[in-house]
């Protein structure tokens, strides 16, 4: 018979319905007929119910007090398990289908990680392997706790709605991108020394310090990715650890003023250098620790503006471009992250000075294969 045309009833019968409708036949109790099969009432119950199979020898003790074929009865049993198991089947085929709706499907389809075709469950397991994942619990378990535990430390936009499986996908996109980099042993020392040698990048244009900056987060066991925002998700900054050796430090394209960009980077180099390899940090989620970010927040200042100076430049309470200009030049940063620091703490609009911040697009930041 062709599988296709077999009859497939959508109502599952257990064999212990048989079983009591043959009882009732001959007016045999079910306490009557337990005790003539030599078992206990709770199997005998548990057996009509559904809930314990009929196993070879209790089928040959139902055939020598009912007089029907032990064959039968494994037979019912043995169907009646099989259609449980296809129910429970397409029903996990219904919950993957489903469960792979959740996700940013179409951006992933235009990044090449997932099929466009893959349809139904077939996405669900299209999602599984971008994930690297044999099932949902595996990835629920290195995924779908965010913030509770796992070991990432997302810098995200407080006013921001994307879901779990958004910030979960970019994370995996910063992953993907960070396991092409090849880098040596995480060495704290070594990443201390690039994270000042970073800062004299912020004055070069972003063309010519990009290749620079990769180049010496790889050698201190940090591999540095950007990785394009996923729409809806407001993360803009991540660093987790794929191994004890080896850290991502993670930046999105979702802020593009240089100010707002270095201010990440030096937040998350913060979070490599004082946390520890298993924490999680999600900015504007409950669970936060505010005091680490805070941490972080300060090392990234204090790295780009040396408080002292800082404070001196503001006591003069003189802002405009040309100020601006020299300050930066003393201090040795970009006119655009001193805007940003001025902006920040109120002592300029925020329309002022802009003109000074440099902003970096797709063509001159992000990687185009994450």
């Keep these: 018979m062709d599988s296709k045309t077999m009859y497939k009833?959508?109502?599952?019968v257990p064999p212990g319905e048989i079983i009591e409708e043959t009882l009732e036949a001959r007016s045999l109790g079910k306490g009557e007929f337990a005790r003539r099969a030599g078992l206990s009432m709770k199997t005998v119950s548990l057996i009509l119910a559904g809930?314990?199979?009929?196993?070879?020898?209790?089928?040959?003790?139902?055939?020598?007090?009912?007089?029907?074929?032990?064959?039968?009865?494994?037979?019912?049993?043995?169907?009646?398990?099989?259609?449980?198991?296809?129910?429970?089947?397409?029903?996990?085929?219904?919950?993957?289908?489903?469960?792979?709706?959740r996700f940013p499907r179409l951006e992933l389809v235009k990044r090449g990680v997932v099929r466009s075709e893959a349809k139904d469950a077939e996405a669900g397991r299209d999602i599984l392997s971008f994930f690297g994942v044999?099932?949902?619990?595996?990835?629920?378990?290195?995924?779908?706790?965010?913030?509770?535990?796992?070991a990432v430390s997302f810098r995200r936009a407080v006013s921001a709605e994307g879901g779990q499986?958004?910030?979960?996908?970019?994370?995996?996109?910063?992953?993907?991108?960070?396991?092409?980099?090849?880098?040596?042993?995480?060495?704290?020392?070594?990443?201390?020394?690039?994270?000042?040698q970073a800062r004299d990048l912020t004055t070069e244009d972003f063309g010519s310090f990009l290749p620079r900056l990769r180049g010496l987060c790889s050698q201190s066991g940090v591999?540095?990715?950007?990785?394009?925002?996923?729409?809806?998700?407001?993360?803009?900054?991540?660093?987790?650890?794929?191994?004890?050796?080896?850290?991502?430090?993670?930046?999105?394209?979702?802020?593009?003023?240089?100010?707002?960009?270095?201010?990440?980077?030096?937040?998350?180099?913060g979070h490599i250098l004082l946390h520890g390899k298993d924490e999680t940090f999600i900015e504007g989620c409950e669970g936060l620790s505010v005091a680490k970010e805070e941490e972080a927040d300060s090392f990234a200042r204090?790295?780009?503006?040396?408080?002292?100076?800082?404070?001196?430049?503001?006591?003069?309470?003189?802002?405009?471009?040309?100020?601006?200009?020299?300050?930066?030049?003393?201090?040795?940063?970009?006119?655009?992250?001193v805007v940003g620091f001025l902006q920040h703490f109120g002592l300029i609009r925020n329309e002022w000075h802009n003109g000074l911040k440099r902003r970096y697009n797709e063509s001159n930041c992000l990687d185009r294969k994450v």
């Design 9 to 12: 009833p959508d109502f599952i």
């Design 51 to 101: 809930k314990a199979p009929i196993l070879p020898d209790t089928a040959l003790q139902f055939e020598r007090v009912l007089g029907v074929s032990a064959e039968l009865w494994i037979g019912l049993e043995s169907r009646y398990r099989l259609a449980l198991a296809r129910k429970a089947a397409s029903q996990a085929e219904d919950d993957l289908a489903l469960w792979a709706k």
């Design 134 to 150: 044999a099932n949902r619990e595996a990835w629920r378990d290195l995924y779908g706790r965010v913030g509770d535990g796992e």
């Design 165 to 196: 499986e958004k910030l979960a996908s970019w994370l995996r996109l910063a992953e993907l991108g960070a396991q092409d980099v090849e880098t040596g042993s995480f060495d704290k020392r070594v990443f201390e020394r690039v994270v000042r």
């Design 223 to 269: 591999a540095f990715v950007l990785v394009p925002a996923i729409s809806g998700c407001g993360v803009y900054g991540a660093t987790r650890w794929l191994s004890k050796g080896k850290a991502i430090l993670a930046l999105s394209n979702l802020r593009k003023g240089e100010d707002q960009f270095w201010f990440s980077f030096f937040h998350e180099a």
């Design 302 to 337: 204090e790295v780009l503006i040396p408080p002292n100076d800082w404070d001196e430049f503001v006591s003069g309470d003189r802002f405009f471009e040309p100020d601006i200009r020299s300050f930066s030049v003393r201090v040795g940063v970009s006119p655009g992250i």
